[in-house]
């Protein structure tokens, strides 16, 4: 889908801002981010109803449904409604499907996918724009998802600091990341792996707000200053990002679906829950050159 067939949703969707929505449920999680919608259906969406789910994300910065039914087509063709579709460039995907990962932890697994706070897939060139998770198993208790809100760890930013990391920029890499990661699922390593120097402060280019660019997962240093300096700060950012003020909590079900937006949100996935099955797949969207 071109850029210019979603325009006129992604318009409406900063102009229609705190009015009510007509034809979905929105329930907030926290004042910053999340909320759980209601009276949607993904494989069977009207234009308005599409239209209101593109202002939910962009006001809440992820969004919750429950108790979907999603054929692996129905998933993928969600994703297309928000742009064209990213491939991963490590992890396992579904035969036939190189679009939808595969996203497992059981008994076997030594990690799970995404432990570390992190934007996906960040090392690229033009990082995803959002993330679509469709858990079909999940333990009985544990393995909740959690997300930060990163227009609220900037705006919590001093002045001064603001004015320090203007205009600085930092190297993602993916290579200390993916080589390895998925040897257990019979995945062979690449040659190489995405690495790209990005903005420690993007600005989002749908509702043009700041938002901090830089996480544990994939961030190695902080170009144009000192080493020493560079581990410093992404020490102090790091650890400001994740203050629980900024977050919200995601308890899985069975059939639940997770969609975030990758330019203003980390997400962390709780590895609490081995021996226990948790499975599911993932649909990524394409997103833009961070500026």
Known sequence: MSLSALSGPRIRSITEAGLPYETITVEKLTPLIGAEIGGADLARLSNRQMDEIHRALAENLVIFFR????????????GRQ??????HPAAPHEPGHPELMII??????VRANGEGWHSDVSCDEEPPMGSILYIKECPPHGGDTLFASMYAAYDALSDRMKAYLEGLTAIHSGEHVYRGMFAKEGVADKPSYPKAVHPVV???????????????GFTTRILGIPVDESEGILRYLYEHMENPLFQCRFRWQPNSVAFWDNRCAQHRAMWDYWPQRRYGNRVTVKGERPV
């Open 67 to 78: 108790d979907q039914h999603l054929t692996q087509e129905q998933h993928l063709e969600f």
């Open 104 to 109: 497992k932890a059981d008994e076997n697994s």
């Open 82 to 87: 928000f742009g064209e579709l990213h491939l």
């Open 202 to 216: 993007r600005t989002h280019p749908m509702t043009g707000k700041k938002a901090l660019y830089v996480n544990r």
